[in-house]
């Protein structure tokens, strides 16, 4: 059993942004990085809308320069994923991973979201096989292919936006009439010739033998169902919390999300929380890093106060 003063779940903007305040506290964190280093940004082409970078930054270049200033001043990050907590009795709170136990004073959970999937036959089958949730990470393999998007939000023009290099076409396939994207993505993708959309539309199946073929698309107003040949199917249809480890043990909403105070702290006191682990509503970079401070202060002021 190791002992740790502080340990961060999640390693995205939120968990590095509470590892710097904590490490310059002299906590010393550890953050377990969970299954993804840097979290959904690190599979983010382009991050636009964060302040101090008026030319844009890549979603991994913002992730990276996070963890070299939190090393900077001494927090330590551990690729691992915790399996198992124990929050009732504490602190010490314990905490498992597939390769350690711990022993934490307190705790800061940032473990994030992960994308929706559509549910339909076929997609899970071709997963890595022309599904994809990530652009940035697989765009490169369909360079002068046809591609579908599916969804209407910022994520999925941006993403879609992204695909335009490589791919001959993007279609955006969207549920409703008119995107829920923000106005300067809009004016982006109407400028882009390789850009079109399947208005009132909705997948119901992902067609292929090996690799994506095509895909089934039902018109949700008229109930025509259409046969679209395609390379690759794009999904971007939001997220949902990655809060399962903690159910039972800590208070959640309706949907999962950690309910945390205005301190960030959740319902058991040394548990904070932060980015969008209990953030449905901004669910940005900029607000993860609000947050992810907030906690680190609130976890230094509450550990104080104990000693």
């Not at 409703?176 to 923000?182: K, M, N, P, Q």
């Not at 993505?185 to 994506?212: C, T």
């Not at 999904?235 to 043990?249: A, E, K, M, T, V």
Request: some cysteine.
């Amino acid at each position: 059993m190791t002992k740790e003063k502080v340990i961060i779940i999640g390693s995205g903007p939120a968990g590095l942004t509470a590892a710097l305040y904590t490490a310059r506290a002299d906590l010393s964190p550890l953050v377990i990085s969970g299954n993804q280093l840097g979290g959904q940004v690190s599979i983010t082409s382009e991050v636009e809308n964060y302040p101090g970078f008026p030319e844009g930054a890549t979603g991994p270049g913002l992730v990276e320069q996070m963890q070299k200033q939190a090393e900077k001043f001494g927090a330590r990050v551990l690729i691992d994923e915790v399996t198992q907590v124990d929050f009732r009795g504490g602190p010490p709170f314990r905490l498992q991973t597939h390769g350690q136990s711990f022993e934490a004073d307190g705790v800061i959970i940032a473990s994030g979201s992960s994308p929706r999937r559509l549910g339909v036959p076929g997609e899970e089958q071709l997963i890595g096989r022309g599904v994809s949730f990530c652009a940035t990470c697989d765009g490169f393999f369909f360079r002068g292919k046809d591609v579908v998007v599916v969804g209407g939000g910022d994520s999925a023009l941006e993403e879609g936006l992204f695909l335009t290099k490589f791919a001959t076409r993007v279609r955006l396939i969207h549920r409703r009439s008119e995107l829920r994207a923000g106005e300067t993505l809009k004016k982006r993708a109407a400028a882009n010739e390789k850009v079109s959309y399947i208005w009132d539309s909705a997948v119901e199946e992902v067609r292929g033998s090996g690799k994506v073929e095509g895909v089934r698309v039902k018109n949700l107003k008229t109930g025509v169902q259409t046969e679209l040949a395609t390379d690759g199917v794009f999904i971007f249809i939001g997220h949902y919390p990655n809060s399962d480890l903690f159910r039972g043990q800590l208070t959640m909403d309706d949907h999962g999300y950690l309910i945390a105070d205005r301190l960030m702290m959740t319902s058991v006191p040394g548990v904070f929380a932060a980015g969008e682990i209990q953030d449905p509503v901004f669910r940005q970079v900029a607000s993860s890093v609000g947050q992810g401070c907030a906690a680190a202060i609130s976890l230094e002021r509450w550990l104080a106060g104990r000693e």
